[in-house]
Structure formats: C-alpha cells, structure tokens
C-alpha cells in the first residue's frame, strides 16, 4: 500500500470585529483581533460611519473583561 501524506491546514482564530477566521492578529484575553481589522482601527476617522460599526464591535469584546 502506498504511503499517503496529509497536509494540515491552519484556519486560525476567529476575529470578533470581522468574523473571519485569520492567522495573524491580536489576542486580548479570550478574544482575537485580526491585523486587518486593528490597521482600520488605528487609521479610521471618527467621522466615518465605520468608527461607529468598530465601536460597537468592540463593546463585544469589552463582555468578555466584565464579569457578573
């Protein structure tokens, strides 16, 4: 029987601004921040609707340091 070789892959973590799964990004507590996601968070302006979109993404992320 020949030899097979299986490739893994890595889907890496999930970010909790753009949902999408990426392997490079910040890890703040139990969250994930793809590099994509925080280089539009560092250059948006707060006039741009997507200030507000990234806000409110963030408040998800800011539950999970809150505890009840």
């Known amino acids: 029987m ?5 490739m893994k892959i890595r889907l890496g973590d999930k970010c909790v601004i753009c ?3 990426k392997e490079e990004g910040l890890h703040v507590v139990n ?3 793809c590099s994509s996601c ?3 968070m560092v250059q948006v302006n707060e006039n741009d ?3 507000h979109t990234l806000v409110k993404q963030m408040r998800n992320l ?4 809150i505890r009840k």
């Open 38 to 40: 925080e280089t539009k």
């Open 2 to 6: 020949p030899k097979t070789s299986i």
């Open 19 to 21: 949902n999408k799964r």
């Open 49 to 51: 609707q997507t200030y």
């Open 31 to 33: 969250s994930f921040i």
């Open 62 to 65: 800011s539950s999970n340091f």
